[in-house]
């Protein structure tokens, strides 16, 4: 493979281009074409008419072509706008911590496969660029006027990541500016600002909720861009899920019109584990660990009485992650109901036989359920009820409450059973918590690859880990779709195989359906 050739995105000389991915035959494709697999798309949907949440990109990323089918997703430079932009060297040349270290910079050739399982003579596929520090930084440390804000609702981490930014520019870059934004997005305009020091956020990882505070909506892009100009900020750094990072995006935009040397850095942010590409978000496994809590009390509820049935509500809008990995760790829970997975109540093989059934041989059972799981059966019995929160997503009603309602009234009504319903809602406790040690690691980590990125000069990117190797992303290729449980998957074939719980799938509902239809009609015909 020759590498001597330089790729056409690059705009300065080879030597201080931060895009030498060099490859033979190389061409730049500008159009975004990468299809998006979505499990979704699957099923059958008979009986639930389930909520297609995908997005439209909020920009085109660019793409590098190799002719053996590598494809480098890029991230957007400063200098592809500000072409005469100076680079500097890095001060971590001179740095104590990475003094031992035996390659302490990224090559510019590093690249992240998204996908590591592959076929012979298949492409190689679509890659990203590795995370880290680079050996050219394009900001002057004592004139970097920096500023972090958190949006959207609250997650394990969110301390941590804010304390790491703040301990990474100071600590490693000689950045003694740093601007906190009070209350998400419109705290821009509304000009509420905290100075942010190592001292000041020294013990902040070890609360809960964030310390900037945080707000849904209030995304103006201009006032936002003119008021991170008046201040002369040079480095945002915005932490909120895919709704933030939206709106990332359009700040991003919108100082690329104006041509302002301001590097824009997206931190992904959501419990529930949807933002797509990355390996995990943080908090997840803080989530997961905690959820360990509320399934243990309803167990031990549930088998306390007699035909205890103990429901667990975990979060999950619209993907059952913290559900299904909760549920996988737990080993007591006896059914799991995630958004992806349509279910049905009664008839053979709905969940009234399921729950039956699990009663009648060990006299208790357990349900996990996200929150998202089950809408359409709820509105059901809620018509008209179409309320949407500050960020634009749609309010859920509460399927939890709704499920032992109608379990209870099942089996006290059909077969004059007394049930012992126990709920759990514990999403408010698992939300406000510290992150554990595994997540303050991954947090540490975004933080610091964030923090290497804006000073080399990208902008207009997200931060994850992709095959365990952070990597930059374009902000488009996380926000446009939604990260779902693939029912196709063996993760969730695991899951039923550790519950020997039904499917509840589609054909089981048309098979249903077809012999209700034949029994009608036999009876009808008598």
């Known amino acids: 493979m020759d590498l001597s050739i330089h790729?056409?995105?690059?705009?300065?000389?080879?030597?201080?281009?931060?895009?030498?991915?060099?490859?033979?035959?190389?061409?730049?494709?500008?159009?975004?074409?990468s299809s998006i697999f979505d499990s979704r798309n699957l099923q059958i949907k008979l009986l639930l008419s389930r909520q297609n949440h995908q997005h439209i990109r909020a920009q085109v990323s660019d793409?590098?072509?190799?002719?053996?089918?590598?494809?480098?997703?890029?991230v957007p430079h400063l200098i592809n706008?500000?072409?005469?932009?100076?680079?500097?060297?890095?001060?971590?040349?001179?740095?104590?911590?990475?003094?031992?270290?035996?390659?302490?910079?990224?090559s510019s050739e590093d690249a992240v496969a998204q996908n590591i399982v592959l076929q012979k003579d298949t492409p190689r596929g679509v890659h990203f660029r590795r995370a880290g520090p680079r050996e050219k930084v394009y900001f002057k440390s004592d004139e970097v006027r920096a500023c972090i804000v958190t949006c959207g609702g609250l997650c394990p981490g969110i301390n941590t990541v804010i304390r790491e930014i703040v301990c990474s520019l100071n600590y490693m870059y000689g950045v003694d500016n740093i601007?906190?934004?009070?209350?998400?997005?419109?705290?821009?305009?509304?000009?509420?600002?905290?100075?942010?020091?190592?001292?000041?956020?020294?013990?902040?990882?070890?609360?809960?909720?964030?310390?900037?505070?945080?707000?849904?909506?209030?995304?103006?892009?201009?006032?936002?861009?003119?008021?991170?100009?008046?201040?002369?900020?040079?480095?945002?750094?915005?932490?909120?899920?895919?709704?933030?990072?939206r709106g990332a995006a359009l700040i991003y935009k919108e100082?690329?019109?104006?041509?302002?040397?301001?590097?824009?850095?997206?931190?992904?942010?959501?419990?529930?584990?949807?933002?797509?590409?990355?390996?995990?978000?943080?908090?997840?496994?803080?989530?997961?660990?905690?959820?360990?809590?509320?399934?243990?009390?309803?167990?031990?509820?549930a088998e306390s009485v007699e035909n205890g049935v103990g429901i667990v509500k975990l979060m999950g809008r619209y993907s059952g992650f913290i559900a299904m990995f909760a549920t996988l760790a737990s080993r007591d829970v006896d059914c799991c109901l995630i958004p992806e997975s349509p279910f049905y109540l009664e008839g053979r093989g709905g969940l009234f036989d399921f729950v039956e059934q699990r009663l009648k041989e060990n006299g208790h059972l357990v349900i996990v359920v996200a929150e998202g799981a089950g809408q359409e059966y709820v509105a059901q019995n809620m018509p008209g009820v179409d309320e949407k929160d500050a960020s634009g997503n749609k309010l859920l009603l509460d399927i939890g409450l709704w499920l032992t309602q109608k379990i209870k009234d099942h089996f006290s009504k059909v077969h004059k059973m007394t049930i012992n319903m126990k709920y759990i809602d514990p999403t408010y406790m698992i939300r406000a918590i510290p992150s554990n040690a595994s997540d303050n690691i991954y947090c540490t980590l975004l933080a610091q690859?964030?923090?290497?990125?804006?000073?080399?000069?990208?902008?207009?990117?997200?931060?994850?880990?992709?095959n365990s190797r952070h990597a930059y992303i374009p902000i488009a290729r996380v926000t446009e779709a939604t990260n779902t449980v693939k029912l196709t998957d063996r993760m969730w074939a695991r899951l039923l195989a550790s519950t020997n719980q039904p499917s509840f799938n589609c054909s089981d509902v048309l098979q249903n359906n077809i012999t209700g239809a034949i029994n009608s009609m036999n009876t009808n015909s008598f």
């Open 81 to 106: 706008f500000l072409p005469d932009l100076p680079s500097y060297p890095n001060p971590l040349q001179k740095s104590q911590a990475y003094a031992i270290v035996k390659k302490t910079f990224v």
């Open 449 to 466: 690859s964030a923090v290497h990125g804006a000073m080399a000069g990208y902008t207009g990117f997200t931060v994850g880990p992709v």
């Open 179 to 245: 601007l906190g934004i009070e209350g998400g997005y419109k705290g821009f305009y509304s000009r509420n600002t905290t100075t942010l020091t190592p001292k000041v956020v020294n013990d902040i990882h070890k609360r809960g909720g964030t310390f900037l505070c945080t707000s849904r909506g209030g995304h103006d892009t201009k006032k936002i861009v003119d008021n991170i100009q008046d201040r002369g900020i040079n480095q945002v750094y915005i932490i909120g899920g895919d709704g933030t990072q």
């Open 7 to 33: 790729s056409p995105l690059s705009r300065s000389s080879p030597s201080l281009s931060p895009f030498p991915f060099n490859f033979k035959n190389t061409t730049l494709n500008p159009v975004f074409h």
């Open 63 to 74: 793409q590098i072509v190799n002719d053996d089918g590598f494809v480098l997703e890029d």
């Open 255 to 301: 100082v690329e019109k104006r041509g302002l040397p301001i590097a824009v850095a997206g931190i992904p942010k959501t419990i529930d584990n949807d933002i797509a590409v990355i390996d995990k978000s943080f908090g997840f496994d803080t989530a997961v660990e905690e959820a360990q809590r509320a399934i243990n009390a309803a167990h031990v509820e």
